[in-house]
């Protein structure tokens, strides 16, 4: 058995019922890094052997974990914060487990995306998730690509590069409302609203620090 457990995105209040009881429950955790998931783990005072899934190691470890699943242990995905897979690793493991016939359950829970949405104020009936945007090659491509799209688009952003973006938002979508989240559900959580040019004329005075969320209105929809 394999569970995909979504984890908090920042207040670790947010942890819900059943991922704490599958937590106890598995034989070992799968995690990006071991240091962020140790925390969690010591405030449910829960001690579990921890095996690290990430960009750099997924192929390899692949095998290794599949095994144990497969001699009989159930095992916990999780990743730093939210959902697994969503842009976070995973997916090879999961396609991987699928195709040994293991057992593959949902525990749902925290999203940034989702989150982020349910709050912004914007179109939520029909939305695109892309995630990271690619750092160098094809960024501008797409970018010009989303521009067109008629839906709400939801992006996430590091600290190192958010004044890029809403500089790039201000290039390509300069007419489409837009909302930012940062560090939600932490103690400094902030939404930010309004058009590309406001948002950039604003930059001096604005937090830069900490995860975004970046929320695009659709072409067609004109803030009230």
Same mark, same amino acid.
């Given at each position: 058995?394999?569970?995909? !457990?979504?984890?908090?995105?920042?207040?670790?209040?947010? %942890?819900?019922?059943?991922?704490?009881?599958?937590?106890?429950?598995?034989?070992?955790? !799968?995690?990006?890094? #071991?240091?962020?998931?140790?925390?969690?783990?010591?405030?449910?005072?829960?001690?579990?052997?921890?095996?690290?899934?990430?960009?750099?190691?997924?192929?390899?470890?692949?095998?290794?974990?599949?095994?144990?699943?497969?001699?009989?242990?159930?095992?916990?995905?999780?990743?730093?914060?939210?959902?697994?897979?969503?842009?976070?690793?995973?997916?090879?493991?999961?396609?991987?487990?699928?195709?040994?016939?293991? #057992?593959?359950?949902?525990?749902?829970?925290?999203?940034?995306?989702?989150?982020?949405?349910?709050?912004?104020?914007?179109?939520?009936?029909?939305?695109?998730?892309?995630?990271?945007?690619?750092?160098?090659?094809?960024?501008?491509?797409?970018?010009?690509?989303?521009?067109?799209?008629?839906?709400? %688009?939801?992006?996430?952003?590091?600290?190192?590069?958010?004044?890029?973006?809403?500089?790039?938002?201000?290039?390509?979508?300069?007419?489409?409302?837009?909302?930012?989240?940062?560090?939600?559900?932490?103690?400094?959580?902030?939404? !930010?609203?309004?058009?590309?040019?406001?948002?950039?004329?604003?930059?001096?005075?604005?937090?830069?620090?900490?995860?975004?969320?970046?929320? %695009?209105?659709?072409?067609?929809?004109?803030?009230?």
């Amino acid at each position: 058995m394999l569970y995909v !457990v979504a984890t908090p995105i920042g207040n670790l209040n947010d %942890i819900t019922f059943r991922a704490v009881e599958i937590l106890k429950e598995v034989d070992f955790i !799968v995690c990006e890094d #071991t240091r962020i998931t140790s925390r969690l783990l010591q405030k449910l005072g829960i001690k579990k052997e921890l095996l690290t899934l990430n960009a750099r190691n997924e192929e390899s470890r692949i095998k290794l974990i599949l095994n144990k699943i497969l001699s009989g242990h159930k095992c916990a995905l999780v990743s730093d914060a939210g959902t697994p897979c969503i842009s976070d690793p995973g997916v090879r493991l999961i396609n991987a487990s699928h195709k040994n016939n293991i #057992t593959v359950s949902s525990v749902p829970g925290p999203n940034a995306a989702i989150a982020a949405l349910s709050i912004a104020g914007i179109p939520t009936d029909s939305f695109l998730f892309e995630g990271f945007l690619p750092q160098k090659k094809g960024r501008q491509k797409l970018l010009k690509e989303l521009s067109l799209t008629d839906k709400t %688009i939801i992006l996430y952003e590091s600290t190192y590069r958010i004044e890029k973006l809403l500089n790039e938002l201000n290039e390509f979508m300069q007419d489409r409302f837009v909302v930012i989240c940062r560090e939600l559900t932490k103690m400094y959580e902030e939404i !930010v609203r309004g058009y590309p040019p406001e948002l950039v004329k604003g930059l001096a005075d604005m937090n830069l620090k900490g995860e975004f969320v970046v929320c %695009i209105a659709p072409v067609s929809w004109q803030q009230l």
